[in-house]
């Protein structure tokens, strides 16, 4: 399994900017397929947006979709969410994750991710 480490979350007023990064190390991260997922409090992990092995194919979930970009750089092992647009109902704890298996297309099926970060906070006050 890949492990992954999140970072850049924090506190931001609406309409402003984060940009959130997932490092990897241990297996392969180039060849799998990742998302970030986000669960705000009482409510279930909600797919936020995934990307492909290579970065050329992108999902988003309306919610987000104009405001957030996905993308990667497999050189560095790392994957980035781009956060534009901030409204407070994005106040969740964001996760990266791993797809269990490389070379696997897009998904926002949970069960399909292996590896999982420990989550960084987002907190975007009105």
């Known amino acids: 399994q890949v492990q992954l480490v999140e970072s850049g979350g924090g506190l931001v007023q609406a309409g402003g900017s984060l940009r959130l990064s997932c490092a990897a190390s241990g297996r392969t991260f180039s060849s799998l397929a990742m998302g970030w997922f986000r669960q705000a409090p009482g409510k279930e992990r909600e797919f936020v947006a995934g990307i492909n092995w290579s970065g050329g194919r992108k999902d988003y979930a309306d919610s987000v979709k104009g405001r957030f970009t996905i993308s990667r750089d497999n050189v560095k092992n790392t994957g980035y969410l781009q956060m534009n647009s901030l409204k407070p109902e994005d106040t969740a704890v964001y996760y990266c994750?791993?797809?269990?298996?490389?070379?696997?297309?897009?998904?926002?099926?949970?069960?399909?991710?292996?590896?999982w970060g420990q989550g960084t906070q987002v907190t975007v006050s009105s």
């Open positions: 994750a791993g797809n269990t298996s490389p070379y696997r297309p897009v998904t926002r099926t949970t069960s399909d991710f292996g590896s």
